[in-house]
């Protein structure tokens, strides 16, 4: 089993749909979930962070964790062009490991 | 702000031969650093973290190694690099001393070997 696993797409969303993106951990000691946005040919660039279980808005992004199904998953409303893109999930132990493990990353394609 | 700044872009080298990518952070101090590589089609593998000056910690052993002269520079070699080395090599930052905070990264070197 992959310590973060991602369905690698693509997913493919209508334009001003909401794309919703999974993954999954297996390490129960995780305890920090990041979610990047990588463009072709281009580094992952943050879009959310979130620590607790439960919901985490920022604009057209919703982070949502659950701790106890081991699973952190990515809502993006009002889905555009411009989002179509890989999404990286990444988990970090926190407990004094720098060690973050990132998934391979989820291809959106929101079609115009 | 924080920046990072990582070169070359992009690189072609020969099979066995040398390698050095550098990467430097501005508007912090003291920053964690770390050096990952992307191949194809795959995850990012963490290759080093350091978490202050001359404190390097590999993750794969393997034939490139790393270094952190100053406090936010990084540098990334290869005394004789392998076709496996091929990838997408990506320098990233987060703030000193917590574990949990989010990584940014650099826009990276892509790395081609003949």
């Known amino acids: 089993q992959k310590e973060v696993e991602q369905n690698s797409g693509p997913l493919s969303v209508p334009e001003g749909a909401i794309a919703s993106l999974n993954c999954t951990y297996s390490?129960?000691?995780?305890?920090?979930f990041f979610w990047y946005r990588q463009y072709s040919g281009k580094s992952p660039e943050l879009i959310m962070f979130?620590?607790?279980?439960g919901d985490k808005e920022d604009g057209r992004f919703t982070a949502q964790l659950n701790k106890a199904s081991q699973y952190v998953s990515l809502l993006i409303r009002d889905s555009q062009p411009s989002d179509s893109a890989t999404y990286l999930c990444?988990?970090?132990?926190?407990?004094?490991?720098?060690?973050?493990?990132f998934g391979t990353g989820t291809r959106l394609k929101v079609l115009a | 702000s924080q920046t990072i700044h990582q070169w070359p872009a992009t690189l072609v080298q020969p099979v066995g031969s040398p390698l050095s990518l550098e990467c430097t952070v501005e508007?912090?101090?003291?920053?964690?650093l770390y050096w990952y590589r992307q191949a194809a089609g795959r995850g990012l593998q963490l290759l080093f973290y350091?978490?202050?000056?001359?404190?390097i910690s590999s993750e794969v052993p393997q034939n490139l190694s790393a270094s952190r002269p100053q406090d936010r520079q990084f540098i990334l070699s290869s005394k004789k690099l392998l076709l496996s080395d091929s990838g997408f090599y990506l320098c990233?930052?987060?703030?000193?001393?917590?574990?949990?905070?989010?990584?940014?990264f650099g826009d990276g070197t892509r790395l081609s070997i003949l």
């Open positions: 508007g912090t101090s003291n920053p964690n």
């Open positions: 390490d129960r000691g995780s305890q920090s």
């Open positions: 979130i620590y607790s279980n």
């Open positions: 990233a930052w987060s703030r000193q001393g917590r574990s949990n905070q989010p990584q940014h």
């Open positions: 990444a988990v970090n132990r926190d407990s004094g490991t720098y060690k973050y493990i």
């Open positions: 350091s978490v202050g000056i001359g404190q």
